[in-house]
């Protein structure tokens, strides 16, 4: 009887069919690497499905005497060779910084494949969204004093104050999102939560698919900077205008319609990915760079979930929940 190869042995086997984005123009010095990038991302989807977030975390599960285990070291090895304790937490805390750029090529990638605008006007949707620190907050008054009252404080995350939520410590994550019948996300970077919106726009921007028509944001998103961002591309942005309400002017239905889609798409999707990867609570996480690699890989998991049912031909959007945790 030849044994089932498992969802998750599945999903980190397709890492080798994704497009990556191309390598930078002058290799780093230092001596050459032995282990590809694309070992790491897989080592992360690891870490992602199975809630290991920490790097003695993934070697421990990885060291387990299962067919499953055994399995995944194999894709983790290269030419005979698995990676150091060092190796791995090195590499692995570099990688956050090459995420967004890998999130944006997968994400043109599934546009091209799964053909989201084939019935549906060329739009997205651009929105952060907030993640709560793990731990105690850190006031004002004791961040200017640079006093640290209890260690569980992550000093790194920041505050915002949200519409729904009032005032948060911890992280946002920012993203765009396709508006169709289906959520795909294009872009995504994660920051502490006192960066402001538009500040972070013009780089998802950059790595939109090309077709790419609208931009849809809130008001946050009406600054000059995005603008600008948006002409370069040639890209039509559509926001709410500053001023009293109600507007009269002619376009005021047609921005209506467009913050109608937009609340359908992205705001929707953020509640979905929160409630997959159970952020509706802190992160698991502390420190910008451990944190931006769980929720950026959060992402790219859920990208792949997308990939993997796409080609099996089942539904888009309903069913991720329980597919990822079965994995």
């Known amino acids: 009887m030849i ?24 290799r780093q010095r230092g001596r050459p690497r032995v282990y590809p990038d694309p070992l790491f991302l897989k080592a992360l989807v690891i870490m992602i499905i199975r809630h290991l977030h920490k790097v003695h975390e993934l070697l421990t599960a990885l060291a387990q005497p299962t067919a499953e285990m055994q399995a995944l070291r194999a894709l983790l090895t290269v030419g005979g060779a698995y990676p150091a304790r060092r190796t791995w937490e090195r590499r692995l805390k570099a990688l956050p910084d090459t995420l967004p750029a890998q999130i944006g090529c997968l994400g043109r990638y599934l546009v091209a494949l799964i053909q989201p605008w084939a019935t549906h006007g060329r739009a997205t949707a651009v929105d952060s969204t907030t993640l709560r620190a793990r731990g105690g907050v850190w006031h004002r008054k004791d961040r200017e004093q640079g006093i640290v009252p209890h260690t569980s404080i992550d000093t790194e995350a920041g505050w915002t104050k949200s519409g729904w939520h009032g005032w948060v410590y911890g992280w946002k994550l920012h993203l765009v999102a396709i508006v169709a019948a289906v959520w795909i996300p294009l872009a995504a970077d994660l920051t502490p939560a006192n960066v402001a919106d538009n500040e972070m726009a013009p780089a998802l921007l950059r790595e939109l698919p090309p077709d790419t028509r609208f931009v849809t944001g809130d008001l946050h998103y009406n600054a000059p900077n995005v603008h600008e961002a948006c002409q370069r591309d040639g890209l039509i942005l559509v926001t709410p205008r500053y001023g009293p309400y109600p507007h009269t002017d002619d376009g005021v239905e047609v921005r209506r319609l467009f913050h109608k889609l937009r609340s359908l798409a992205i705001e929707n999707f953020n509640e979905h990915f929160k409630g997959i990867f159970d952020a509706h609570g802190p992160v698991p996480t502390k420190g910008l760079s451990n944190t931006r690699r769980f929720a950026l890989g959060a992402i790219l998991v859920y990208q792949l979930a997308l990939l993997y049912r796409f080609q099996q031909g089942l539904d888009l959007c309903i069913g991720l929940k329980a597919f990822l945790k079965a994995a």
């Open 3 to 26: 044994a089932q190869e498992s969802l998750l042995v599945t999903l980190v086997k397709l890492i080798d069919r994704i497009p990556t984005p191309p390598p930078p123009p002058k």
